[in-house]
């Protein structure tokens, strides 16, 4: 993709969104995701949704292309927050997106 870094260059989510990144652990952990609590810590932003939408602040956490189905190996996690809706796509036990939906803009 044009103007998005590459996967290992590009920003982490606990350095650009941190309270985010701790939140999705804390969740994570609740719900017994162990093993995607600690690969929460080290996800990377490659982009953002690109819907347009004001309710959506959704995050691309690994170099896939767009607007392709996940396939084998897919499971949708959903999470539990306080307000509005995370649900996280996970591919053979790897965090590639993050839906943020229906929350206040971050701080």
């Given at each position: 993709m044009e103007g998005e870094p590459r996967q290992d260059e590009a920003p982490l989510?606990?350095?650009l969104r941190p309270a985010l990144c701790a939140?999705?652990?804390e969740l994570l952990?609740?719900?017994g995701e162990y093993w995607l609590a600690v690969c929460a810590w080290d996800l990377r932003v490659v982009g953002?949704?690109?819907c347009g939408g004001d309710f959506c602040q959704s995050l691309r956490t690994e170099d896939l292309p767009p607007d392709v189905p996940f396939g084998p190996?897919?499971?949708c996690v959903p999470l539990d927050p306080e307000e509005g809706m995370v649900i996280l796509d996970v591919v053979d036990g790897r965090i590639v997106y993050v839906e943020v939906l229906d929350r206040p803009p971050p701080r």
């Open positions: 989510l606990r350095d939140e999705l652990i952990e609740a719900e953002e949704c690109g190996g897919h499971r």
